[in-house]
């Protein structure tokens, strides 16, 4: 066994065992010069200084008390049954704006199953088009459901809203039904980010760092990719024109 100073700026001394395990020991040391023989070969000699207030926790290494510590959230468990035994640090505020995000994106999914249902139709039959809004609209129906899970994680309720209901007709004498379509999901998908971050507002406001951590890894990088992809399909559907081009834009997409 050894002696040695980890560091000559703190004088900080460990015990160095044959086994290799090491032990700082300086704090049990008193101001003192010692000489140390480390067997045959040579001898160190140390210079060691501790503080002289240390406290017996310091001194038995103790950082941690776990059940004295732990008294205080134990009497915050809830008793009453109606209570989430889970929420912690999570506030009402993110609460509600959790549950106005699932209303976002249930709108969303709404809209687009309307533009699926009027594509679909035999003398619209844009069929590419119509499988693109329909998944579209499962997609966003799957994000109100994560944000109901995350709901349920944190402790929070899930409170439907009402959904408004959407157009039938997605006709436009200028545009075309798919264009006028399209540029309707685009704008959708920009106020849907827009959401987003006053979500993500919300969860740093109230120092929810789960809660935006969430936000950030689950749903922004998403949408600004949908965002992204929407912006392209109205740039081709602007450059192919209603009729002949717009049947070719939704071959493609019935390929995809
Ligand atoms: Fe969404
Ligand atoms: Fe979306």
Redesign the pocket.
């Known amino acids: 066994m050894l002696l040695k100073t980890v560091s000559s700026s703190s004088a900080a001394l460990s015990l160095v065992s044959l086994h290799g395990g090491v032990k700082d020991v300086s704090p049990l040391l008193s101001s003192t010069n010692l000489r140390v023989s480390s067997g045959k070969s040579e001898n160190l000699s140390v210079s060691v200084r501790a503080t002289k207030d240390s406290t017996t926790d310091e001194l038995s290494g103790v950082v941690f008390q776990p059940f004295e510590e732990v008294k205080k959230e134990l009497d915050l468990v809830p008793t009453s049954a109606h209570v989430s035994l889970a929420r912690q640090k999570y506030s009402d505020e993110c609460e509600s704006a959790i549950n106005e995000q699932i209303n976002v994106?249930y709108n969303?999914s709404y809209v687009y199953h309307a533009m699926y249902a009027y594509l679909d139709r035999d003398n619209v039959a844009l069929k590419g088009l119509a499988k693109f809004f329909k998944e579209s609209s499962v997609?966003?129906r799957e994000?109100a459901e994560k944000l109901m899970e995350y709901q349920n994680k944190r402790g929070g309720k899930v409170k439907l809203q009402f959904i408004v209901a959407p157009l039938s007709e997605f006709e436009h004498v200028d545009k075309g039904d798919a264009l006028y379509g399209m540029e309707l999901a685009l704008s959708l998908e920009k106020l849907?980010n827009e959401k987003l971050l006053n979500l993500h507002n919300v969860a740093s406001k109230n120092g929810d760092v789960h809660l935006a951590d969430f936000i950030e890894s689950e749903?922004l990088t998403e949408?600004v990719e949908a965002i992204k992809k929407i912006s392209e399909y109205v740039a081709q559907l602007r450059r192919v024109g209603k009729g002949h081009g717009t049947w070719h834009f939704n071959q493609m997409l019935l390929e995809q």
Do not use: G, N, S, T
Request: proline content about 0%.
């Open positions: 994106e969303l997609e966003e994000h849907v749903f949408q």
